[in-house]
């Protein structure tokens, strides 16, 4: 069947709507709202590393807003404790981390390196679209620059299919400057209600499940286990160790009949943290595929697992995840 027959333009089905906000924090911020016309529509955030901020399938949230919601990057500070980060954390279904630091606040040669770096902060450049017979591709370029200092670029590349609720996420790391630069990556990827509640499933095809901290290892044998809210809840976090060349990490609640997967290589992430964070409104999964533990850049440069980047050269990293309405076809990783 000839689809176009039927339709006066394609946003009737599918397509990107360009857009600026109005009003409090996210006053003019420049946002793309992407539909694929098989249920999949999300937002991306042009203005925070185009990232991607709402996202549901078949009118059903699937990811998590915190309590800041969208924010923009003018609002960021390090802070005096490193941990500024919090204060215009969106969360969303994804939010990139680093590229000088992930985890733990921490100071290198004098050069303080705050919560998850900055990059998630700093607006896209170039951002543009096109459509074709088989997909949406957006592409966008960040620029993370210091004149005497650290120069890296992320060339962002977001392809969504218009034959099944799939999106791949493509982000080249290139060194522009002239000196070797340590790099570390961690994508935040956030799962809230109502897809996250206590029926939630959670697999992870991990080999090893190590908690971070002693609050973490109280309830290692229910790592995977949802429960409800919790007033003033601990955080706990998880490294997913993995053995095999693909990790996969998939969330399904029978209640609303929606889930997801994410799939990505380990030769470029080794671990995924997992954030269970079951906290009244503070209540999030985070599935966040990483370079490196959340130690700093500091502790990591130490054990010599910082990885690096020649001048004029780069790094690929691929992020696939697959979007489902039935438990089978979930279970099964159609």
Same mark, same amino acid.
């Given at each position: 069947?000839?689809?176009?027959?039927?339709?006066?333009?394609?946003?009737?089905? #599918?397509?990107? =709507?360009?857009?600026?906000?109005?009003?409090?924090?996210?006053?003019?911020?420049?946002?793309?709202?992407?539909?694929?016309?098989?249920?999949?529509?999300?937002?991306?955030?042009?203005?925070?590393?185009?990232?991607?901020?709402?996202?549901?399938?078949?009118?059903?949230?699937?990811?998590?807003?915190?309590?800041?919601?969208?924010?923009?990057?003018?609002?960021?500070?390090?802070?005096?404790?490193?941990?500024?980060? /919090?204060?215009?954390?969106?969360?969303?279904? /994804?939010? =990139?981390?680093?590229?000088?630091?992930?985890?733990?606040?921490?100071?290198?040669?004098?050069?303080?390196?705050?919560?998850?770096?900055?990059?998630?902060?700093?607006?896209?450049?170039?951002?543009?679209?096109?459509?074709?017979?088989?997909?949406?591709?957006?592409?966008?370029?960040?620029?993370? *620059?210091?004149?005497?200092?650290?120069?890296?670029?992320?060339?962002?590349?977001?392809?969504?299919?218009?034959?099944?609720?799939?999106?791949?996420?493509?982000? *080249?790391?290139?060194? =522009?400057?002239?000196?070797?630069?340590?790099?570390?990556?961690? #994508?935040?990827?956030?799962?809230?209600?109502?897809?996250?509640? *206590?029926?939630?499933?959670?697999?992870?095809?991990?080999?090893?499940?190590?908690?971070?901290?002693?609050?973490?290892?109280?309830?290692?044998?229910?790592?995977?286990?949802?429960?409800?809210?919790?007033?003033?809840?601990?955080?706990?976090?998880?490294?997913?160790?993995?053995?095999?060349?693909?990790?996969?990490?998939?969330?399904?609640?029978?209640?609303?009949?929606?889930?997801?997967?994410?799939?990505?290589?380990?030769?470029?992430?080794?671990?995924?943290?997992?954030?269970?964070?079951?906290?009244?409104?503070? #209540?999030?999964?985070?599935? *966040?595929?990483?370079?490196? =533990?959340?130690?700093?850049?500091?502790?990591?440069?130490?054990?010599?697992? /910082?990885?690096?980047?020649?001048?004029?050269?780069?790094?690929?990293? #691929?992020?696939?995840?697959?979007?489902?309405?039935?438990?089978?076809?979930?279970?099964?990783?159609?």
């Amino acid at each position: 069947m000839e689809q176009s027959k039927y339709y006066g333009h394609p946003s009737q089905l #599918y397509g990107v =709507t360009e857009y600026r906000l109005m009003g409090g924090k996210s006053d003019g911020m420049h946002m793309l709202h992407v539909k694929n016309g098989k249920g999949l529509e999300f937002t991306v955030s042009a203005d925070r590393c185009a990232d991607i901020s709402e996202l549901s399938l078949d009118g059903k949230n699937l990811s998590y807003t915190s309590v800041g919601g969208v924010t923009a990057p003018a609002y960021y500070t390090e802070g005096h404790d490193g941990f500024g980060f /919090l204060k215009s954390f969106n969360c969303g279904f /994804l939010t =990139t981390c680093g590229l000088h630091n992930i985890g733990t606040p921490n100071v290198v040669d004098g050069t303080p390196y705050g919560l998850h770096g900055t990059i998630g902060n700093i607006p896209a450049e170039h951002v543009r679209w096109e459509i074709t017979d088989e997909a949406i591709i957006l592409k966008a370029e960040v620029h993370d *620059e210091i004149i005497f200092g650290s120069k890296l670029a992320l060339i962002r590349t977001i392809t969504v299919s218009l034959n099944e609720n799939k999106l791949e996420i493509h982000d *080249e790391i290139k060194n =522009t400057g002239s000196k070797e630069e340590g790099i570390m990556c961690l #994508y935040h990827m956030n799962i809230g209600y109502p897809l996250l509640s *206590e029926s939630a499933l959670l697999a992870v095809n991990s080999d090893k499940v190590v908690p971070r901290d002693d609050r973490a290892a109280e309830d290692l044998d229910t790592w995977s286990q949802m429960i409800p809210p919790v007033p003033n809840f601990a955080e706990q976090c998880y490294y997913h160790i993995f053995e095999g060349n693909t990790g996969c990490a998939k969330v399904y609640n029978p209640e609303i009949n929606k889930g997801l997967q994410i799939t990505f290589d380990t030769e470029v992430f080794p671990q995924m943290t997992q954030w269970k964070m079951m906290g009244e409104r503070d #209540y999030v999964l985070g599935l *966040e595929p990483t370079t490196n =533990t959340l130690e700093g850049r500091k502790t990591i440069e130490e054990q010599g697992k /910082l990885k690096t980047v020649a001048p004029g050269s780069s790094r690929d990293i #691929y992020i696939q995840v697959s979007f489902y309405d039935n438990q089978v076809d979930w279970e099964t990783g159609k």
